[in-house]
């Protein structure tokens, strides 16, 4: 059990560098220049896949028979997920409503985001799906849901990744913005210290905060779910020193160059498994500390 926040964070960094360490004992792993990885095969692979899915969708849709329609989407979907054996796993999804949550999260997220676009809403449903095979493969839960935590989560995404993505954002105005997100996570979003949003994304933000708050309220029992979701919010702050690498000089940094490959490949793995973490802990609450490393 993480009994503290630091000892969450050791954990983290842990779980970080043997991660990292993994990827260093694989093929091209260690070929820092992504121009030198065979990327033809994978890039026609995915065409033909893509294809494939294609040809597959169309038939679904004029298709009648409820049943052909299931195996034509079982198809698609381990085409997706690349599973072989995905007669067997499909059904698990089908008999655990994973399609049916996934079309009512939908709805539920386009009703609450009015501005999120097609693509907003496919990139929080990414942050869904990791939480449904979280409950599927190591809860082992019979039937898989979004709670309000779940769902608030997941909007965190789109609006605060896209933000600190953008190249047109000053660097300062997006560490302004982490700093008044990670009060909002450390403290309550509706305590009376809390910083007053700037603007209409930074009061989704502010409210998807409290959205989770409604599932899991401020309470010692609840602590790893929030140091959980201020560790990805930790790994988002700490990828934004790609953006602004400096390279010393012999006394001031004054050449802005590519991070080398271990701090990437360090910040990648940090961001991508804290990501995972707090979705472990929005679906299980406290008893996510004890499957938190299979997350």
Request: hydrophobic share 40%; charged share 20%.
């Given at each position: 059990?993480?009994?503290?926040?630091?000892?969450?964070?050791?954990?983290?960094?842990?779980?970080?560098?043997?991660?990292?360490?993994?990827?260093?004992?694989?093929?091209?792993?260690?070929?820092?220049?992504?121009?030198?990885?065979?990327?033809?095969?994978?890039?026609?692979?995915?065409?033909?896949?893509?294809?494939?899915?294609?040809?597959?969708?169309?038939?679904?849709?004029?298709?009648?028979?409820?049943?052909?329609?299931?195996?034509?989407?079982?198809?698609?979907?381990?085409?997706?997920?690349?599973?072989?054996?995905?007669?067997?796993?499909?059904?698990?999804?089908?008999?655990?409503?994973?399609?049916?949550?996934?079309?009512?999260?939908?709805?539920?997220?386009?009703a609450a985001e009015t501005s999120f676009t097609d693509a907003?809403?496919?990139?929080?449903?990414?942050?869904?799906?990791?939480?449904?095979?979280?409950?599927?493969?190591?809860?082992?839960?019979?039937?898989?849901?979004?709670?309000?935590?779940?769902?608030?989560?997941?909007?965190?995404?789109?609006?605060?990744?896209?933000?600190?993505?953008?190249?047109?954002?000053?660097?300062?105005?997006?560490?302004?913005?982490?700093?008044?997100?990670?009060?909002?996570?450390?403290?309550?979003?509706?305590?009376?210290?809390?910083?007053?949003?700037?603007?209409?994304?930074?009061?989704?933000?502010?409210?998807?905060?409290?959205?989770?708050?409604?599932?899991?309220?401020?309470?010692?029992?609840?602590?790893?779910?929030?140091?959980?979701?201020?560790?990805?919010?930790?790994?988002?702050?700490?990828?934004?020193?790609?953006?602004?690498?400096?390279?010393?000089?012999?006394?001031?940094?004054?050449?802005?160059?590519?991070?080398?490959?271990?701090?990437?490949?360090?910040?990648?793995?940090?961001?991508?498994?804290?990501?995972?973490?707090?979705?472990?802990?929005?679906?299980?609450?406290?008893?996510?500390?004890?499957?938190?490393?299979?997350a």
């Open positions: 059990q993480h009994r503290t926040e630091a000892s969450l964070q050791a954990e983290v960094w842990r779980l970080t560098r043997a991660c990292a360490a993994l990827w260093l004992t694989l093929p091209y792993a260690d070929v820092p220049d992504v121009s030198a990885l065979p990327l033809r095969t994978t890039a026609e692979q995915r065409r033909r896949n893509y294809r494939t899915c294609g040809e597959l969708s169309t038939r679904a849709k004029a298709e009648r028979d409820a049943t052909k329609v299931r195996e034509l989407n079982r198809r698609i979907a381990s085409i997706v997920m690349c599973i072989d054996d995905e007669r067997c796993f499909m059904q698990r999804m089908v008999d655990a409503d994973v399609f049916g949550a996934s079309r009512r999260y939908r709805a539920d997220a386009k907003n809403l496919f990139q929080a449903g990414r942050n869904v799906w990791a939480a449904f095979g979280l409950q599927l493969l190591v809860l082992r839960a019979p039937q898989v849901s979004a709670n309000s935590a779940v769902q608030g989560y997941s909007a965190l995404y789109p609006l605060s990744d896209n933000l600190l993505d953008d190249a047109a954002v000053p660097l300062d105005a997006k560490l302004s913005f982490q700093h008044r997100f990670g009060s909002w996570l450390r403290n309550g979003a509706n305590v009376d210290t809390a910083p007053a949003p700037r603007d209409e994304l930074e009061t989704r933000v502010k409210a998807n905060v409290a959205n989770i708050e409604t599932q899991f309220p401020r309470q010692f029992s609840n602590n790893c779910v929030y140091w959980s979701l201020l560790a990805i919010h930790d790994a988002q702050t700490k990828s934004l020193q790609q953006h602004s690498y400096s390279v010393d000089g012999g006394g001031a940094a004054t050449t802005t160059a590519t991070p080398p490959y271990h701090c990437l490949l360090n910040a990648t793995m940090d961001k991508g498994g804290t990501s995972v973490l707090a979705d472990m802990y929005v679906v299980g609450g406290s008893s996510g500390s004890s499957t938190a490393a299979r």
